[in-house]
């Protein structure tokens, strides 16, 4: 008997160590935003009152999986995937918006943060970002299984022509023509009229479905030519640059619509 208690003893006290050590690695590897909702400085009102939110909701029984957002940041090409995760998990998904004003000494995202410290308690600390990269893994194979285009800007490598490297730019070459009788408007925010024109790089290089993102005509005058303007346009592409590289998500070639810019100018002819 005292030998069973020793040796319950010494499990007991060893899983507390574990405990522990396992805790104080946690500590550690926490990211200071996350260490900082646990004592936010006494005048940062802002945080202070997002923590609130977040203690509000998770009292409702509310523990939401955020994603920072705010101007230019934050889109995520999986979003319907993560939705569908975190919900499979007991998590709502939301976006927890970071305005472009910053106050001194208020700090912003703090809903976010105390949400995430409340998440690595109960998962894990390499939960968000492993259900990040599950729900890329997801849409990707819905990507392939439901032949799904893909925006170029969702692609890891957008599609690019056969000479690039890398695709850097929507510009094409101008276009010149003879027989319509566009003008150009002049001054520092003038130029020819110009097309930002759409169209899909399919898996196997060759592009198709030619569509109108934006036509600027510069002229009210130009406005008239719109549609031949197109299919000039459409003709170039479709002549010169019929061969693309497609776009890769994850290293997966992958349908992509893509956007070109393209001027179109009426030639010039010397006075005689």
């Known amino acids: 008997m005292r030998q069973l208690f020793i040796i319950f003893t010494l499990i007991?006290?060893?899983?507390?160590?574990?405990?522990?050590q396992k805790n104080d690695i946690e500590v550690y590897e926490l990211p200071e935003r996350i260490q900082y909702v646990n004592n936010p400085n006494s005048n940062d009102s802002l945080c202070i009152?997002?923590?609130?939110?977040?203690?509000?909701?998770?009292?409702?029984g509310k523990i939401v999986f955020t994603q920072s957002a705010g101007f230019l940041f934050g889109d995520i090409r999986y979003e319907r995937e993560l939705r569908e995760l975190c919900k499979e998990n007991g998590l709502v998904f939301e976006f927890d918006l970071i305005g472009c004003v910053v106050f001194e000494h208020q700090t912003q995202g703090c809903y976010g943060d105390y949400m995430d410290k409340v998440i690595i308690d109960k998962y894990g600390i390499d939960f968000k970002e492993n259900l990040h990269k599950e729900a890329d893994s997801l849409f990707l194979s819905r990507t392939q299984s439901e032949n799904k285009i893909v925006e170029y800007w969702d692609c890891d490598e957008r599609p690019?022509?056969?000479?690039?490297?890398?695709?850097?730019?929507?510009?094409?070459?101008?276009?010149?023509?003879?027989?319509?009788?566009i003008k150009e408007k002049k001054g520092n925010y003038g130029g020819w009229p110009f097309f930002d024109l759409g169209f899909t790089v399919e898996k196997d290089s060759t592009i198709s479905g030619f569509y109108s993102r934006n036509f600027v005509a510069q002229l009210e005058e130009n406005e008239e030519y719109k549609n031949e303007?197109?299919?000039?346009?459409?003709?170039?592409?479709?002549?010169?640059?019929?061969?693309?590289?497609?776009?890769?998500?994850?290293?997966v070639p992958v349908r992509a619509k893509n956007n070109v810019r393209i001027f179109i100018k009426k030639r010039i002819k010397n006075a005689t």
Do not use: M
């Not at 997002?50 to 409702?60: F, S, T």
């Not at 690019?160 to 009788?181: A, G, M």
């Open 160 to 181: 690019r022509l056969p000479n690039e490297n890398k695709r850097t730019s929507d510009y094409i070459p101008s276009i010149t023509v003879d027989s319509l009788d």
């Open 229 to 251: 303007l197109f299919e000039i346009a459409v003709t170039h592409i479709k002549t010169k640059y019929s061969t693309w590289v497609p776009g890769k998500v994850n290293g």
């Open 12 to 20: 007991s006290f060893n899983a507390c160590s574990q405990d522990k």
């Open 49 to 60: 009152s997002e923590i609130e939110r977040a203690k509000k909701d998770i009292n409702n």
